[in-house]
């Protein structure tokens, strides 16, 4: 049979015995509880979440997965991908003619496009990243916020499903892109 190990009124452990009079401080595990719940000696119930700093974990968490998406879409190569989208606009600007700017050149040479074609993915590309960045920048506050406002663990789990599933749904719009 199984039987909770009891430790000062806490579940400790759930253990396989023959008897209940195996030890002292076993308990039938088929009455309920689990790890971690607490015993009264009637009932079981859950320890209480400290929702406070739960809420200061998130707070950090969200911007730490924020971060984490601008590393793994720009890295370091800002600048870079800045100096394209500018050459890509000021290519576009002129007709696509005259001197092909260097950094579309470098796009269209290793994807064997031409540099129109290039030009208007580098374009998209940027205008991509700039509507998830907005898009990031808002929901990162809106979340953060709300979650320094809610004061009880149910509103704090869907907060955090809230943003996970944000998290997921713009990653993929990324990839797509």
């Known amino acids: 049979m199984r039987a909770h190990v009891i430790i000062d009124g806490i579940v400790s452990n759930t253990i396989e015995v023959e008897s209940l009079d195996f030890m002292p401080g076993l308990l039938d595990a088929s009455l309920g509880g689990e ?51 500018r050459e890509a606009l000021s290519y576009k600007m002129a007709g696509y003619t005259g001197t092909v700017p260097p950094k579309v050149q470098a796009w269209a040479t290793a994807k064997n496009q031409t540099a129109t074609w290039a030009a208007d993915s580098q374009i998209a590309k940027a205008e991509a990243w700039r509507n ?21 663990a149910t509103a704090l789990d869907t907060i955090k499903v809230q943003w996970d599933e944000f998290m997921v749904t713009l990653k993929l719009q990324l990839d797509a892109n």
């Open 132 to 152: 998830a960045e907005n898009t990031l920048y808002a929901k990162r506050l809106l979340l953060k916020e709300t979650t320094r406002n809610v004061t009880d």
């Open 35 to 85: 790890i971690g719940d607490l015993w009264d000696g009637t009932v079981f119930n859950k320890v209480p979440r400290d929702v406070a700093a739960e809420k200061t974990a998130f707070i950090l968490q969200i911007d730490a997965d924020a971060d984490a998406l601008i590393r793994s879409v720009i890295g370091e190569r800002y600048s870079q991908y800045e100096g394209a989208e």
